[in-house]
């Protein structure tokens, strides 16, 4: 079992839309969840973290949080040709020695359509 | 001012050579990380260095050897490259063990021929 998933996509939406993008994990014990954007040829950017339950808004970013379904999603309102790019997210689960590591999903590209 | 860099950006080499990758960060973290990023875009944690101490160490070939000189510095030595091993690599830092999120490098993109 994968143990953070989500659809690779290509998700499109137009100018202007909200873009939903949803991850679930496999790790109950996992305590923080992030959402990185990576635009092609660069490196991840951290854009959001969470660890409550509940919703964590910033700007137009939204980060859905429920522990008990393992699910993390991000909603991104007023959605822009520049919000195009692959979305990963990444939860911090424990790790082998009681280490904690942060684990990617394979990433959702999201296509902002003018 | 680079809060965490890596050289080189690309590096092309032949089968068969060892190169080594660096990484400096300037944040004042205490981890550092290695990720590979395949041709499928997945990234995958390889090895991670907390005050210079080795803490995660993933099912990776032993060709591959890090070295953390110290915190603020990681660094990646190959050995015996192979075509499989084409990928970008990216490092990374933390406050503590990433609860926070990591910074990472710009990447190295590495093609073996």
């Known amino acids: 079992q994968k143990e953070v998933e989500q659809n690779s996509g290509p998700l499109s939406v137009p100018e202007g839309a909200i873009a939903s993008l949803n991850c679930t994990y496999s790790?109950?014990?996992?305590?923080?969840f992030f959402w990185y954007r990576q635009y092609s040829g660069k490196s991840p950017e951290l854009i959001m973290f969470i660890y409550s339950n509940g919703d964590k808004e910033d700007g137009r970013f939204t980060a859905q949080l429920n522990k008990a379904s393992q699910y993390v999603s991000l909603l991104i309102r007023d959605s822009q040709p520049s919000d195009s790019a692959t979305y990963l997210c990444a939860v911090n689960m424990g790790g082998s020695g009681g280490y904690q590591k942060v684990t990617f999903g394979i990433g959702t590209k999201l296509q902002v359509i003018p | 001012d680079t809060a965490v860099s890596q050289t080189p950006k690309y590096l092309v080499t032949q089968m068969g050579n060892d190169k080594s990758i660096k990484c400096e960060q300037n944040l004042g973290h205490d981890t550092m990380y290695w990720y590979k990023q395949d041709s499928k875009k997945f990234l995958k944690i390889m090895f991670s260095y907390n005050n210079k101490e080795l803490i995660i160490n993933e099912t990776v070939p032993n060709r591959f050897s890090p070295k953390s000189p110290d915190k603020a510095h990681l660094n990646l030595h190959i050995n015996s490259l192979e075509l499989g091993d084409s990928a970008v690599y990216f490092c990374a830092s933390s406050r503590g063990q990433g609860y926070y999120g990591y910074t990472f490098g710009s990447g190295t993109r590495l093609t073996v021929v």
């Open positions: 790790d109950r014990g996992s305590q923080s």
